[in-house]
């Protein structure tokens, strides 16, 4: 990404966090699949979803709790990787 440029012009939306909640269903990894795909990737945007959705739980006194299959770090790692591939690709095109 170009010095100063912000993530901001490659994200986009239909929905808004509701529709990123309903994306992520019952939390499993299906349903972060679909929250990544709504969410265009966005780590942030995936972590507010799973925060505001309730599904995260510590365990409990029985040991019972319930995490949802998703690790910022990597998904940061991923979507940024995306990113950077995409502005190198443009910046190929651009060239020739």
């Known amino acids: 990404m ?4 912000s993530p901001r012009r490659y994200l986009t939306y239909d929905v ?13 990894e299906d349903g972060v699949d679909k ?3 709504v969410s ?5 945007c ?5 925060r505001q959705s309730s599904l995260q739980c510590p365990p ?7 995490s949802v299959p998703f690790n910022y770090e990597e ?7 995306e990113i950077n591939e995409k ?10």
């Not at 170009?2 to 440029?5: E, I, K, R």
């Not at 409990?60 to 319930?66: A, L, V």
């Not at 502005?87 to 020739?96: I, K, N, R, S």
């Open 35 to 37: 929250l990544r795909d």
């Open 2 to 5: 170009p010095s100063g440029d």
């Open 46 to 50: 995936m972590l507010a979803a799973i």
């Open 16 to 28: 808004g966090i509701k529709g990123f909640i309903e994306a992520l269903g019952a939390g499993d």
């Open 60 to 66: 409990d006194e029985d040991g019972q709790g319930f």
């Open 75 to 81: 998904e940061k790692a991923r979507f940024w990787s």
């Open 87 to 96: 502005d190198l690709a443009d910046e190929w095109a651009h060239m020739g």
């Open 40 to 44: 265009n990737g966005c780590p942030a």
